[in-house]
């Protein structure tokens, strides 16, 4: 799980910058119900491209960075992002070889599975559960997918990353 800039690091962290830029972007309220996962999907593109250096480590580390950043219970998205790191390590072989719309199929149950833990946690720490809305995020995102998959590969093969 190395990023040196020899093999492509620095796209790879410049790409998770921006996915944690994007999550912090100021939204106007009624849009705010709507975020995508960025950084989830990032991390999902980049676990499954590169399995031998993205993995758990990477995504607890993302994950107490936005905890942070977002000002969440630190441990909340380091929890559900090395869970899905993990998911998404095991599973690359066979969800790589599967056509975009399938991916996304899977993407969507990786995202519920971020979801439902992060809702676990609020429940556990007494927080106010969150409306309906909540669960409009993941279907965003697996919408998001075949994009985010396509701009990540063509950048992935453009800079030669190994």
């Not at 998770?16 to 593109?45: G, K």
Request: one cysteine or more; a positive charge.
């Amino acid at each position: 799980m190395s990023l040196s800039p020899a093999r492509g690091g620095l796209i790879i962290l410049l790409s998770f910058c921006l996915a944690l830029s994007l999550t912090i972007l100021p939204l106007p309220d009624w849009a705010r119900a709507f975020r995508p996962q960025w950084v989830t999907l990032v991390l999902i593109y980049w676990a499954m491209a590169l399995p031998h250096r993205i993995g758990v480590g990477i995504g607890f580390s993302l994950g107490i960075l936005l905890d942070v950043l977002t000002g969440t219970l630190l441990g909340q998205h380091a929890l559900g992002l090395s869970i899905v790191a993990f998911a998404t390590v095991k599973l690359h072989q066979r969800v790589r070889v599967f056509p975009l719309w399938q991916q996304s199929l899977v993407v969507l149950v990786l995202l519920v599975v971020e979801h439902l833990l992060a809702l676990w946690i609020m429940g556990t720490t007494n927080e106010r559960p969150p409306g309906l809305l909540y669960w409009a995020v993941p279907p965003i995102g697996a919408l998001l997918w075949p994009w985010i998959f396509v701009v990540l590969r063509d950048l992935r093969r453009r800079f030669h990353v190994r």
